[in-house]
């Protein structure tokens, strides 16, 4: 059984870090890319940030220069350093997987999702 679990959200400061973990398990996820989308409270799911299995990084304009996605592919696990962070960064993230997240930037069609880790940022 395909497994994508996150880990490391909570509630933050304005300013402050998380990290976020994604651990992958149930199949090789060789030549897949990762990748994070987010859901703020009634808005659109939408794309944060992915990486290749090559290494080849994707970052959505809004956040980068704030954050950093990194990936382990022997470990099959995948990280999302978010650094001062904004109340818009507050959403549900979720990790997934999917042979061509870059062309899926809405995250329709994803083959594999996780259930999701909160992220709160207070002003």
């Known amino acids: 059984q395909v497994q994508l679990v996150e880990s490391g959200g909570g509630l933050v400061q304005a300013g402050g870090s998380l990290r976020l973990s994604c651990a992958a398990s149930g199949r090789t996820f060789r030549w897949y890319s990762m990748g994070w989308f987010r859901q703020a409270p009634g808005k659109e799911r939408e794309f944060v940030a992915g990486?290749?299995?090559?290494?080849?990084?994707y970052i959505q304009d809004s956040v980068k220069g704030r954050f950093i996605i990194s990936r382990d592919n022997a470990a099959n696990t995948m990280h999302l350093q978010m650094n001062s962070l904004k109340p818009e960064d507050t959403a549900v993230y979720y990790c997934?997987?999917?042979?061509?997240?870059?062309?899926?930037?809405?995250?329709?069609?994803?083959?594999?999702w996780g259930k999701g880790t909160l992220v709160t940022v207070s002003s």
């Open positions: 997934a997987a999917d042979l061509r997240i870059r062309a899926k930037p809405s995250g329709e069609g994803i083959e594999y």
């Open positions: 990486m290749s299995w090559s290494g080849t990084k």
